[in-house]
């Protein structure tokens, strides 16, 4: 395999929630591939200026646009600016999300709809709009939706989460089955623990961050934001032409294991 087969030169990505985290290292990681990128992002001008400069600094155009997802009436608009803009899209990552740590019964119904609003409802909202403009203009685009390994394995405490992102794994794979005779996939990326700002929002015990790197196979530690990005290049470029409706789990073997079975062995058995 050659490196033009993850060549993205000539193609325009837009990405949300690109201010910083995953969503950054995805934007800065396909744009180092050739991509141009426009970045949505909530409310971080600064954080979004330095993204933006920095896909420019590599000879890159790069555009931001400050919108709340939650707001799928806007969704449309949105990407009218985006196409207008940018004169076409290629690649959609759906990357931000949120998320609350709270037991099933401390979920108020405004914590449920803001969940499934940016995480469920802007995706396929923004999936839908972008892809009616793709199939109009006969491109071959990517879609690609940042889930979680909660869209696969359910986790306590994170009930609006764990649907928000089992559903996006479902309707991922509804895409790709209504777009394939466009030549357009769609595909997850489902991190596992992943070092960004998004766990800050939990109060949580060091002890957690002990008990979770135990579990985790590869190296017994979180992975990185850069970790995630080849998962992503991966899927927009010409190697991964023929890869739809698939996840792709960046989670260190996380969901991997049942049960530690071994390490209760009785001694000399
Ligand atoms: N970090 C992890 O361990 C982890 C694990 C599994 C999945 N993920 C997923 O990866 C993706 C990125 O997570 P992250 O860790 O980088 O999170 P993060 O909190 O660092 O970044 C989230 C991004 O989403 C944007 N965003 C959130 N709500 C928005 C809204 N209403 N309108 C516009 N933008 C909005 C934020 O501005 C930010 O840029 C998410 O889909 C998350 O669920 C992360």
Known sequence: MTAGRFDLTGKTALLTGGSRGIGRGI??????????????YRSADDQAAQVVSAI??????????????????RLGPLTDRVWQACG??????????????????????????????????????????????MVAARIKGRIINVSSTNGLVAEAGLAHYN????????????????????????????????DTEIHS??????????????????????????????????LASPAGSYVTGQHLVVDGGLICEQFPRLRFMKQGS
């Open 56 to 73: 420019q600094r590599m000879g890159r155009q790069a555009w931001s646009w400050r919108e709340d997802l939650a707001r799928t009436d």
């Open 163 to 194: 649907a928000s992102k089992g559903g996006l794994e479902l309707l991922t794979r509804s895409l790709a089955i209504e777009l394939g005779e466009y030549g357009i996939t769609v595909n997850t990326i489902a991190p596992g623990l992943i």
């Open 88 to 133: 076409r899209i290629d690649i959609l990552v759906n990357n931000a999300a949120i998320s609350y740590l709270e037991a099933y019964d401390a979920i108020t119904p405004e914590h449920w709809r803001q969940t499934l609003a940016v995480n469920l409802d802007a995706v396929f909202f923004l999936a839908q709009h972008v892809a009616r403009k």
């Open 27 to 40: 934007a800065l990681g396909l744009a180092e591939h050739g991509a141009n990128v426009a970045i949505v």
């Open 201 to 234: 929002g939990f109060e949580l015990d060091p002890a957690f961050f002990e008990y979770a790197r135990e579990h985790i196979p590869l190296e017994h530690r979180f992975g990185t934001v850069e970790e995630c990005v080849g998962a992503a290049v991966f």
